[in-house]
């Protein structure tokens, strides 16, 4: 049968997504939609003239939620980037358009019987992807948000490039909202397998300085280009393969957490059906309240829908 993906809203994330899924040969069947049909067309047309060029031979439809019927990943990644041109720093500037699109999206989503695993990105991705999951219905762990996924990939390239060493070889996590109130769990912070606290310590490098790079970065690449893509389709894709792949991938994205009532970013293990498991990792003190904090903010916004 193969792998049949969807995306919703080929903007800038997801035309990179779609991009990223045909290349790589992930997508046997991809299915986009847009508000603007001219851009879905426009986007189906260009990757269409890429297959001559191709290993694999990726059908490429649009427009037609009726094929999430039997779709095994569907990305949400609509939005209106532009709400952020003038935002200074508040990814919640989209928010009003955002709130308004995913009301569109969810009841189609729902009736044409999809039943994959969704992964979102529109902002606010936490409280975003807690509505999509009531609305639509499905079981929890079938729709995951990228969450601090990203947010972590920047604090690894960031303390890398500090230590010198690979981003990969930078583990550990960034927790709570994918925004302001995000936090990196340095208690969790291994460079090449060794405690960041101490060697930072070492050589007199200030963690805190690094955590407000790691959490601007997005506003870094926004300022220049008007937008983010890379990190953040390489980010949706990793997630969207380790389910397929049932890899049990262990990373961070935004799920539901009982114990703070909200969708909020913290490490699980994704799998075949999504967020398989949440991973408590003991966190001091500071760690655990900076948490209940995040998922807190999270909440509010979420009680506004
Ligand atoms: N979570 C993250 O880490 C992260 C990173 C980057 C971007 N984002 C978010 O992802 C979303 C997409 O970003 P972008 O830069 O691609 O935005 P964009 O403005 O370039 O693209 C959004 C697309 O969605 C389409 N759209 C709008 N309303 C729609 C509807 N009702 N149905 C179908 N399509 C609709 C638009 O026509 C447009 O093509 C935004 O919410 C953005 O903030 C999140």
């Known amino acids: 049968m193969g792998r049949k993906y969807a995306i919703i809203g080929v903007g800038h994330v997801g035309a990179t997504i779609a991009f990223a899924l045909v290349t790589k040969g992930d997508a046997d069947e991809l299915i986009l939609i847009d508000k603007n049909e001219k851009k879905a067309r426009a986007e189906q047309l260009d990757l269409k003239d890429a297959t001559a060029r191709l290993e694999t031979r990726p059908k490429i439809k649009i427009q037609d939620y009726s094929e999430l019927a039997d779709t095994d990943i569907l990305f949400v990644t609509a939005g209106n980037i532009h709400a952020l041109d003038h935002a200074s720093g508040n990814r919640w500037a989209e928010f009003e358009y955002t709130r308004e699109i995913v009301k569109d999206i969810a009841p189609k989503i729902k009736e044409s019987g999809f039943h994959g695993v969704l992964i979102d990105t529109m902002n606010p991705c936490d409280a975003i992807s807690q509505y999509l999951q009531k609305e639509i219905d499905l079981p929890g762990s079938q729709v995951l948000g990228t969450g601090t996924f990203l947010d972590t990939a920047r604090m690894q390239r960031v303390v890398a490039e500090q230590f010198d060493v690979d981003p990969k070889n930078v583990t550990g996590f960034v927790y709570g909202e994918h925004g302001e109130s995000q936090f990196v769990a340095w208690s969790t912070v291994k ?83 999504g967020v398989e498991e949440l991973i408590d990792i003991p966190l001091p003190d500071e760690e655990e309240a900076k948490l209940a904090n995040s998922a807190a903010t999270i909440r509010e916004k979420f009680a506004t829908m």
């Open 191 to 273: 460079v090449n397998g060794l405690d960041v606290i101490p060697l930072a310590e070492a050589r007199n490098i200030n963690l805190t300085e690094l955590e407000s790079q790691a959490r601007s970065g997005g506003w870094a690449v926004h300022s220049g280009k008007g937008y983010t893509s890379y990190a953040i389709a390489t980010c949706a894709v990793k997630l969207s393969r380790a389910v397929l792949d049932d890899a049990h991938l262990m990373c961070p994205c935004s799920s539901y957490n009982k114990k703070y009532d909200s969708y909020v970013g913290q490490p699980g293990i994704i799998g075949k059906n």
